[in-house]
């Protein structure tokens, strides 16, 4: 893959790329928060049983 062609594509996604929407940000929003608290309880949850059996 060339540089030309790189750069012919990445402009091409520009074009096609929009700013999200008001639901869909907050939806994303939504998503990664809900991520993020599901591995922190699942690393609550490992301290906590290593705790308990040391």
Not at 12 to 38: D, H, M, N, Q, Y
Request: with cysteine; hydrophobic share 50%.
């Amino acid at each position: 893959m060339g540089l030309k062609s790189f750069f012919t594509s990445a402009s091409r996604l520009l074009k096609l790329a929009t700013k999200p929407g008001r639901t869909e940000l907050w939806l994303s929003i939504k998503i990664c928060f809900l991520g993020t608290v599901v591995i922190g309880g699942i690393g609550f949850i490992i301290k906590l049983v290593s705790t308990v059996l040391a």
